[in-house]
């Protein structure tokens, strides 16, 4: 992208409710500012933002997939290069791995024109498996981008520092994915179906119309939320026991009078 002034207000709001949802504006500023900062084209889905929930509050991360990630190293003219190697719980490096048991650990060796040593950076296969997807697939592929992704910041961190790739974060998504829900949202129900049935209870003149109320209230009580149903319920009570005949108190037989 070039500057973020190019982004028109549709533009805008495409990103907002499609590759950056549920952002605040300072974060779209922020997300813009990277899109700017690496070059990197949102609508072609290069670089998008995340909202994730922690113990802070939802938070915005930025993250692109590793090809992104390349292209921006590619583009400074001094990527010099890259070597990935896996390792078993043996500790013996190998740059290809061929066993079916995923790796224990992955870690990539960068190479920057004109730097007196090389980046070097390593993941260990229990901190990024997400235990789904591509993990079970190609488990050592999988950790040997998130091993690159490091080292590619570590090599050029003015230009990749703050990016994460998808293959960094998934594992923290599908453990948020599989937190505890909140609460459902108990429905709201029905406002006239509500209202139309207080009305008729303040209008009932007598106790058979009550129970003709009450007949329909419970045909349509799932039209109407606990709360209405339970408001409806306490007005026929208290409507009920308005219309209730008062009893006359029986004489009670004179035991002096004379039989």
């Not at 949102?42 to 990630?69: C, E, H, N």
């Not at 109320?213 to 939320?225: G, P, Q, V, Y």
């Not at 009920?240 to 037989?253: D, G, H």
Request: aromatic share 8%; net charge negative; glycine share 8%.
């Amino acid at each position: 992208m070039g500057a973020i002034t190019t982004w028109t207000p549709e533009q805008t709001q495409l990103i907002s409710s499609t590759i950056a949802p549920g952002c605040t504006q300072d974060e779209l500023k922020l997300f813009a500012y990277a899109c700017q900062r690496t070059g990197l084209d949102p609508f072609s889905k290069q670089i998008y933002a995340i909202k994730r929930g922690g113990a802070g509050g939802s938070k915005m991360t930025i993250q692109v997939g590793i090809d992104g990630l390349r292209a921006v190293a590619e583009r400074t003219g001094q990527l010099d290069g890259s070597e990935t190697f896996f390792c078993g719980p043996d500790g013996e490096w190998k740059d290809v791995w061929l066993a079916k048991e995923p790796p224990a650990a992955a870690k990539t060796i960068v190479y920057r024109k004109g730097a007196s040593h090389p980046f070097v950076a390593t993941a260990r296969f229990d901190d990024f498996n997400a235990k789904q997807n591509l993990w079970l697939k190609m488990p050592a592929v999988m950790i040997g981008k998130c091993s690159e992704c490091a080292c590619l910041r570590k090599a050029f961190p003015a230009d990749l520092s703050g990016l994460y790739s998808v293959d960094e974060m998934e594992q923290a998504e599908a453990v948020t994915a599989t937190a505890t829900p909140a609460p459902a949202l108990a429905p709201a129900g029905d406002v006239k179906i509500f209202d139309a049935g207080r009305a008729a209870i303040a209008k009932a003149t007598t106790i058979e119309q009550l129970e003709g109320i009450a007949a329909r209230m419970e045909l349509r009580k799932n039209e109407l939320s606990q709360q209405q149903f339970d408001t409806l319920l306490e007005l026929s009570l208290s409507r009920e026991s308005e219309l209730a005949p008062v009893a006359t108190p029986t004489e009670e037989a004179d035991p002096f009078a004379d039989d």
